[in-house]
Structure formats: structure tokens, C-alpha cells
């Protein structure tokens, strides 16, 4: 069976620019999280979605966005780029909302210039 | 609002060692507690899950515990091996829809 899987892995983009990062969640797993790395830090919650709907929403700022698909695929969206955006953007899946553990994905790592 | 913190932020031994790595955290309503490891760059991978009702859990050489009413989690690695240099993360399940993250502890294992 597939894992969590993302795409792109990487990404360079411009200062201003506006970015989607997707996401597919583990076959039977309705529950889909996104999480932002930067370097030397734990990772930080974006966003969850569980059977379409926003679940959870971080400390981020309204330029990041999300949604979910019918098959339970998700997107991240970023608009507006900054330097400080540069991180490892990670997804993870879940069955519910975490009962039984979060399984992540090789995630993205997004640059901007 | 709940805060994870990492013990030591990064461990350097010879193989064969076993080894301890801490976790707490501040808000003891937790749901599950799980350990994660992270190669550079790359995505995180589970090693253990704890339920909030139980008070270890054991995979191969790796054994977590957790006391929730003093809020504190310990991976214990059992002769550890060059392979497992890695950054280990603890996260908090507190039933928000969320984890928390500690900042993880750097292990390298020299052979």
C-alpha cells in the first residue's frame, strides 16, 4: 500500500509568488494535516481536514489556505511568498483526528528566493 | 496552551551505548503521545505510539514510556547502532486536532 504521499518534493519560487503543495493520504484515511518545518525547529500545524471540513487551524496568517477533495486528497495554498515561507511543508494522515497516531509524508521543501 | 521540550537537544555516542531521550510537556489532558524520527531533510517516520491509558510501548530495541500526571515521555534505544543517528521528534496529542512538536534531539552514533 501507497504511505502519504506529496508532490513536488521541490520547489523555488519568488518573493510575491503564490504556491500549491498537494497531498494524498494513506488509502481508508479521511483525515489529512498540514505542518510547516523550519530548519532546527519541531514542526508547526497549518491545518486539519477531516471528511472535507476544516477541523483545526494554526497560528498562520491568512495568506496560507487549504481544502479537501471528495477522494480526500488535500492542497496547501501560500499566496504572497515571503523568505520566511522557506521550510519543509509536511502532511500527515490520519483515520480519525489522531486516535490511533499521525503517519507523515516525505513532505515538500519549498524555498523562496 | 501546550508546551513540549526536548532533553538533551542532541547526543553523541559509540555504539553499543543505550540511551535515553526525554520529553515533557505542560498539559497533562493528553490523548497518545508518539515518537518520531526525522533523517535530514526528509519526512518523519513513526516509531511509537502511547495511549494516554497506557504506560509503555515497546518495537525492537526502542522503548517508550509515559507518566501523563508528570508530564514526561522517555525513548530508551537499546544498543544503538550507527544507523540509528537520526533526529527524534516527541509529539503531543492534546485532542485539538493537532500535535506539538518538541524541537527533537540530534543523536549521531559513531561506529
Known amino acids: 500500500d501507497a504511505g502519504v504521499t506529496q508532490s513536488p518534493t521541490h520547489l523555488i519560487k519568488t518573493r510575491g509568488q503564490h504556491v500549491t503543495l498537494r497531498c494524498s493520504p494513506i488509502?481508508?484515511?479521511?483525515?489529512v494535516s498540514w505542518y510547516q518545518q523550519v530548519l532546527g525547529q519541531g514542526p508547526q500545524f497549518i491545518f486539519q481536514?477531516?471528511?472535507?471540513?476544516?477541523?483545526g487551524r494554526g497560528n498562520f496568517p491568512d495568506r496560507f489556505s487549504a481544502r479537501q477533495f471528495p477522494n480526500y486528497s488535500s492542497e496547501l495554498n501560500v499566496n504572497a511568498l515571503l523568505l520566511g515561507d522557506s521550510a519543509l511543508y509536511l502532511c500527515?494522515?490520519?483515520?480519525?483526528?489522531?486516535?490511533?497516531?499521525?503517519?507523515f509524508g516525505s513532505g515538500t521543501r519549498l524555498t523562496v528566493v | 496552551k501546550q508546551e513540549v521540550t526536548q532533553i538533551p537537544a542532541a547526543l553523541s555516542v559509540p555504539e553499543g551505548e543505550n540511551l535515553v531521550l526525554n520529553c515533557s510537556f505542560t498539559?497533562?489532558?493528553?490523548?497518545?503521545l508518539q515518537w518520531f524520527r526525522q533523517d535530514p531533510g526528509k519526512g518523519l517516520t513513526s516509531l511509537l505510539l502511547i495511549q494516554s491509558s497506557q504506560r509503555e510501548q515497546t518495537s525492537g530495541r526502542l522503548n517508550a514510556s509515559l507518566d501523563k500526571s508528570s508530564g514526561r515521555s522517555t525513548l530508551y534505544i537499546a544498543a544503538s547502532q550507527p544507523g540509528d543517528s537520526a533526529t527524534y521528534l516527541c509529539?503531543?496529542?492534546?485532542?485539538?486536532?493537532?500535535?506539538?512538536f518538541g524541537k527533537g534531539t540530534m543523536l549521531l552514533v559513531s561506529p
Open positions: 481536514y477531516y471528511e472535507k471540513e476544516e477541523r
Open positions: 509529539a503531543v496529542n492534546s485532542g485539538y486536532s493537532t500535535l506539538t
Open positions: 498539559d497533562s489532558a493528553i490523548y497518545n
Open positions: 500527515a494522515s490520519s483515520l480519525g483526528q489522531g486516535a490511533l497516531g499521525y503517519t
Open positions: 488509502s481508508g484515511h479521511k483525515s
